[in-house]
């Protein structure tokens, strides 16, 4: 079978007696990078030491198919540097071609940051949603944002340092200067910090540079009551700042929950004069 094993996200003490165990007697294992393997191994103290395979973005698509057939002979257990492996990590692409092929696999759960900045946030925990990484370019990233304007559930992300500032001012942009953020950074370390506010203040604590791993908890969008009126109005507004009306109809509807059709015919009758449409 192919296990997938979650390893500690920062401190040690976090294995699991499971994780131990399988890795004291395990023969072969497929890891994101080899050498945080065995610095793994020797700060659990295991003197096991078996055969380590790269396993990682760039390789995973080719070597799965050879890892499945070897996991018909033999366990192969699978880790990331950190957490639980195929979230945000490599494994996904193994684990599909293992279900096809029909090779079990099972997981010792453990570790998530994912899990943990959403417990320790202090926002709603009983619907999220996971998003990964915001995009690296700012119009990609905002755009990815203004699909996400409406999204009602909590929602979490992994970012890098260095653009998290720059991420954090987006969120305020789209999603609103008020909207709560809770910035969990270097979780279950020694300088863990959780750090709460709004957008427009993280953006502005982010700017004098932040350190380590950091995860982002964002607050999901409040219940809309925006009529189609309002709406129209809204889409105008940004049709008179240089957006075109296609595109300033989509981003209203993003926002609102109204539909789309509606406001660009609306808001089409308004700007002519008529009468509004009835959309149908």
């Known amino acids: 079978m192919i296990i997938l094993a979650a390893t500690p996200i920062g401190n040690l003490k976090d294995a699991s007696l499971r994780l131990i165990e399988v890795l004291g007697s395990a023969a072969v294992v ?77 997981a010792l759960p453990g570790p998530s940051a994912v899990i943990t900045a959403l417990a320790v946030s202090g926002l709603p925990t009983d619907r999220f949603t996971f998003e990964g990484f915001l995009p690296r370019k700012h119009g990609e990233r905002m755009s990815a944002l203004r699909a996400l304007a409406a999204e009602r559930r909590t929602m979490v992300f992994f970012e890098s340092p260095n653009r998290l500032a720059a991420s954090l001012a987006d969120v305020a942009a789209v999603l609103g200067d008020e909207r709560r953020v809770v910035v969990a950074r270097e979780l279950t370390k020694l300088f863990e910090e959780v750090k709460r506010g709004t957008a427009s203040e993280l953006a502005a604590w982010a700017a004098a540079g932040v350190r380590g791993e950091i995860a982002v908890v964002i607050e999901g969008a409040p219940e809309r009551t925006v009529d189609l009126e309002t709406g129209v109005t809204q889409v105008l507004a940004l049709v008179a700042a240089g957006t075109r009306l296609k595109d300033a109809s989509a981003e209203v509807a993003d926002a609102t929950g109204l539909g789309r059709r509606d406001l660009y015919q609306a808001a089409l009758d308004r700007r002519s004069g008529s009468a509004p449409s009835s959309g149908r």
Not at 30 to 44: P, S, Y
């Open 30 to 106: 497929a890891a994101e990078d080899t050498r945080v393997t065995q610095r793994l191994l020797a700060g659990l103290g295991i003197e096991n030491r078996p055969r380590l395979i790269a396993l990682h973005d760039h390789n995973e698509r080719d070597r799965a198919a050879d890892l499945v057939e070897l996991a018909r002979e033999q366990d192969v257990v699978l880790l990331s540097d950190a957490g639980m492996p195929t979230v945000s990590d490599p494994g996904f692409h193994l684990v599909e071609a293992a279900a096809a092929a029909g090779v079990v696999v099972t």
